[in-house]
Structure formats: structure tokens, C-alpha cells
């Protein structure tokens, strides 16, 4: 009886301590060290919320940075995120890859001998990734100012304006968020 009750004891702390008094020190001092990020980094123009900077949003429009293909169907459905888990080897895979290149070629107006960056191609593991690489966003650069009727150099600024840094300076590699890059975009056709 007694290891019944002592067990019953430890059992209620360990709730108590693990599933009440830690997650509300973690999500308080979380909201007062990183407020923002622990609200899932939204972005708002006025009351209307645009999107978040930490998830990838679906761009076709000519005008727009496109950002990573996303596995999943409803594109960059956040309630649904999951890689392909396709093998490299699987041909579904190679085909869908072939046809992302054939797009990505097409909408860019880009010759057979241009090499094109990988995550414009190949879906991420969480299939929710807000960024692409630099290179990639050069290369949608021609296409977008060409939409907009901007210089390609305004389009180049504001890919450099917007270009995060590697992880304390030597972790990944440098990458634009596609939603600030977009958003900066309108701000130009509003200034204009």
C-alpha cells in the first residue's frame, strides 16, 4: 500500500512539474525574451495578416518571388508539412524534378545551359521553408523586374537589402526570406 501511494505521489509531481509548471516557465520566459518569434513571427499590413516569416507561402505570379516547391498538396499547407520521402533514386522523383527545372526555365526565360540552384527545384524536408538562396532569388530577379516594369538593379537591391547572414557568421549559407522580398517589392510599386 504504502509503494502504491508513493507512486501515486511521485506520478501527480512529475504531471504537475512536467506537464503544468514547464511548459508555462518555457512559454513565459519565451515570450519575454523573444516575443515576437514565439508568436510565430507575423506579418501585418494594418489589421490584416499577411503571412509568417517563419512559413513559406505559394507564389505563381509572375511579379512575385516563387520560393522552394513544397511537397505537399495544397501547397505549403501548414497543418500538413512533410517532405516528399521519395528515394533519390525513385523516377516519381526524377520526373518531378524535371518538370520543376522545365517550369522553373520557362517562367525565367532561361537557356538549356543555365544552371539552376537546387532549392528552386527540390522540395526541403518540412516543406514549409520561408527561404531561398541568393542565387535563386538573382535569378527570378530579370523575370520580376521585367513584370513590374523596375530596373533589374532595384530588384537586385532589394534581394542585397533583404539578404540574411549565415548562423553567427559560418553556419549555412546567406538567404532571402521570400515574404519580406515580396513585401518589399509592393513597397516600391506604393512609392511609385
Same mark, same amino acid.
Request: glycine share 8%.
Given at each position: 500500500?504504502?509503494?502504491?501511494?508513493?507512486?501515486? %505521489?511521485?506520478?501527480?509531481?512529475?504531471?504537475?512539474?512536467?506537464?503544468?509548471?514547464?511548459?508555462?516557465?518555457?512559454?513565459?520566459?519565451?515570450?519575454?525574451?523573444? #516575443?515576437?518569434?514565439?508568436?510565430?513571427?507575423?506579418?501585418?499590413?494594418?489589421?490584416?495578416?499577411?503571412?509568417?516569416?517563419?512559413?513559406?507561402?505559394?507564389?505563381?505570379?509572375?511579379?512575385?518571388?516563387?520560393?522552394?516547391?513544397?511537397?505537399?498538396?495544397?501547397?505549403?499547407?501548414?497543418?500538413?508539412?512533410?517532405?516528399?520521402?521519395?528515394?533519390?533514386?525513385?523516377?516519381?522523383?526524377?520526373?518531378?524534378?524535371? =518538370?520543376?527545372?522545365?517550369?522553373?526555365?520557362?517562367?525565367?526565360?532561361?537557356?538549356?545551359?543555365?544552371?539552376?540552384?537546387?532549392?528552386?527545384?527540390?522540395?526541403?524536408?518540412?516543406?514549409?521553408?520561408?527561404?531561398?538562396?541568393?542565387?535563386?532569388?538573382?535569378?527570378?530577379?530579370?523575370?520580376?523586374?521585367?513584370?513590374?516594369?523596375?530596373?533589374?538593379?532595384?530588384?537586385?537591391?532589394?534581394?542585397?537589402?533583404?539578404?540574411?547572414? #549565415?548562423?553567427?557568421?559560418?553556419? =549555412?549559407?546567406?538567404?532571402?526570406?521570400? %515574404?519580406? %522580398?515580396?513585401?518589399?517589392?509592393?513597397?516600391?510599386?506604393?512609392?511609385?
Amino acid at each position: 500500500m504504502l509503494q502504491l501511494k508513493r507512486s501515486i %505521489l511521485v506520478f501527480m509531481g512529475l504531471s504537475i512539474i512536467c506537464g503544468l509548471i514547464y511548459p508555462l516557465g518555457i512559454t513565459a520566459v519565451s515570450q519575454a525574451v523573444f #516575443p515576437r518569434q514565439s508568436n510565430a513571427s507575423i506579418v501585418k499590413n494594418g489589421d490584416i495578416v499577411i503571412g509568417s516569416q517563419l512559413i513559406g507561402q505559394h507564389y505563381t505570379r509572375p511579379e512575385y518571388f516563387h520560393g522552394r516547391p513544397s511537397a505537399i498538396d495544397p501547397p505549403y499547407d501548414a497543418s500538413n508539412s512533410t517532405g516528399s520521402n521519395l528515394a533519390p533514386s525513385n523516377a516519381k522523383l526524377l520526373d518531378q524534378v524535371k =518538370g520543376r527545372i522545365e517550369l522553373v526555365r520557362q517562367e525565367n526565360g532561361l537557356p538549356l545551359n543555365r544552371p539552376i540552384p537546387a532549392d528552386l527545384v527540390l522540395t526541403s524536408a518540412s516543406g514549409l521553408d520561408p527561404h531561398i538562396s541568393v542565387d535563386a532569388a538573382t535569378l527570378q530577379a530579370p523575370r520580376i523586374a521585367g513584370q513590374r516594369k523596375i530596373s533589374r538593379s532595384a530588384v537586385q537591391e532589394i534581394v542585397y537589402q533583404n539578404t540574411e547572414k #549565415p548562423f553567427l557568421g559560418i553556419w =549555412g549559407s546567406e538567404r532571402v526570406n521570400v %515574404l519580406q %522580398l515580396n513585401i518589399a517589392l509592393e513597397q516600391i510599386n506604393v512609392q511609385q
